[in-house]
């Protein structure tokens, strides 16, 4: 690998040296597409996977149905315009507002089972998918495949069987943090506040979710936390972790976005960054033009005041999608940026991190601004228009659109089941592997120590002990069960 890095450089830096900007992409003169190959039908015959979309707010607040035609005013995804786009699988964010503190799991749950009634109601052209193969499937079947991902660790409420029961509910990724600290990780949106509590990047319980997220096979996603969060979360996960929907801080100084040397680091891990296509994460003229003190604090105080003017009978927080409008109508007083900001960041990416290492996190439906010419998942076909006319080569294009994840996430699901079968050999014994030891005359004090340092996950019951009387097993051996049992 490491001869493999330093030939990699060597070219990089030799193409730079002679002003070629594509040297690590196969030059279009010297592999002209075949004719039959158009930008068009490079994009049909990908599988495209974006991993970030906040659309379930809009099925759960707003009653929105995936099947209806939706305005672009009002929102950037429904089935007709997924089609148009060619989307083959969307992981819908499961977001936790803050606000809803004391129901944080609550709400997760009515977020996600808001994704399941949609796939109920359009069984013909959608399907839930949870694994690598199950999104392949729906390809072959031509459905679209729905997944969800935790945006904001408060949801698991500091409460390690609450993860599992999101991984059981079908949630296959989570990020560490929202723009929250949390109890257990620091996010990058609060990290120069000196108000909030931090950790330094993590905490011990925070190392054991991010263990414990790699045995489940729930892909770490490293979206929204802080750098030393982020280098903390590497050392730790054993699989490749993600960043969902996030662009690169080199081109857009945003502390959301990731250094180049963050950028290396998903390089070593294996892993993926999905670009972010956010006006104000692309795009340094607009992120200064829209994060003006003065008008921040108008906008906020319009936010408030909306609130207050429409506090819920029910006592439950004014949801997000509530007071978008507000958001979208001082968003657009920001000219919007050019589609070749999107473009220059997935560029970045792909030069510093590696072809293999870059992808689409939209984050439609959750962002106030898309690039000019990006109106919804329906313009995902001017994205490879413009990669490949950037020189990049089809196969490039499909593992950009898609096919990095899909090794991603095959990798987080291989490295699940190894860690499953590593911790079953070390966890409590059962019934028939002490049976099974009786019956093969391992001698007493063998079986009692094995008994001692592993524990037994069943109850002695008579039914039990008769079996293993009859296979002539000592008492004290019987013993030793009991009270193996009672730790
Ligand atoms: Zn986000």
Redesign the pocket.
């Known amino acids: 690998m490491k001869l493999t890095q330093f030939l990699v450089c060597f070219l990089l830096l030799s193409g730079l040296a002679l002003g070629q900007s594509h040297t690590h992409k196969k030059k279009s003169h010297t592999a002209p597409p075949a004719k039959a190959e158009t930008w068009q039908s490079i994009h049909q015959s990908a599988l495209i996977i974006d991993t970030?979309a906040d659309t379930p707010q809009r099925f759960l607040d707003e009653n929105f149905d995936l099947g209806e035609n939706t305005p672009i005013s009002q929102g950037h995804i429904d089935l007709g315009k997924i089609k148009q786009g060619n989307l083959g699988a969307e992981f819908f964010s499961i977001w936790v507002e803050p606000e809803f503190k004391g129901n944080y799991a609550k709400r997760a749950f009515d977020l996600i089972d808001s994704v399941y009634q949609q796939a109920a109601r359009h069984p013909d052209k959608m399907t839930m998918a949870f694994t690598a193969d199950d999104i392949v499937r729906a390809r072959q079947q031509h459905k679209f495949a729905a997944l969800m991902g935790i945006?904001g660790g408060h949801a698991i409420e500091n409460d390690m069987r609450l993860l599992r029961a999101f991984y059981r509910a079908g949630v296959r990724y989570m990020t560490l943090t929202?723009s929250n600290t949390n109890d257990w990780a620091d996010s990058s949106g609060d990290i120069q506040d000196p108000n909030i509590k931090h950790h330094n990047g993590m905490t011990d319980f925070g190392k054991d979710v991010v263990r414990e997220m790699n045995r489940l096979g729930m892909i770490v996603d490293i979206?929204?936390v802080s750098d030393a969060t982020f280098y903390r979360a590497l050392v730790i996960s054993q699989a490749p972790v993600i960043a969902s929907?996030s662009s690169s801080r080199e081109l857009t100084n945003h502390p959301r976005n990731m250094t180049d040397d963050m950028l290396r680091a998903v390089t070593n891990n294996g892993g993926v960054v999905m670009v972010n296509f956010y006006s104000a994460f692309i795009d340094e003229n607009y992120r200064k033009a829209s994060s003006d003190p003065e008008k921040m604090k108008q906008r906020d105080a319009e936010v408030e005041a909306f609130k207050k003017a429409h506090v819920h009978p029910d006592g439950s927080p004014v949801t997000y999608d509530e007071y978008a409008g507000i958001e979208k109508k001082w968003a657009a007083q920001v000219q919007r940026t050019p589609l070749k900001s999107l473009i220059d960041h997935i560029d970045h990416v792909a030069r510093v991190a590696g072809v293999d290492h870059v992808g689409l996190g939209s984050?439609f439906d959750?962002v106030t601004s898309l690039p000019e010419g990006i109106d919804s998942v329906a313009d995902l076909p001017k994205i490879t228009q413009a990669l490949l006319q950037l020189g990049y080569t089809s196969e490039q294009v499909q593992k950009i659109l898609g096919g990095n994840f899909l090794r991603v996430m095959r990798e987080v699901e291989a490295t699940a089941k190894r860690l499953q079968e590593e911790s079953k050999e070390s966890d409590a014994l059962t019934f028939e592997d002490v049976e099974l030891m009786v019956g093969n005359r391992v001698n007493a004090a063998q079986l009692i120590e094995r008994i001692n340092q592993h524990g037994v996950n069943f109850d002695l019951t008579s039914d039990r002990r008769t079996r293993l009387k009859a296979e002539n097993a000592d008492d004290a051996v019987l013993d030793a069960i009991a009270k193996a049992r009672r730790k």
Do not use: K, Q, R
């Open positions: 970030h945006e929202w979206s929204h929907h984050d959750g």
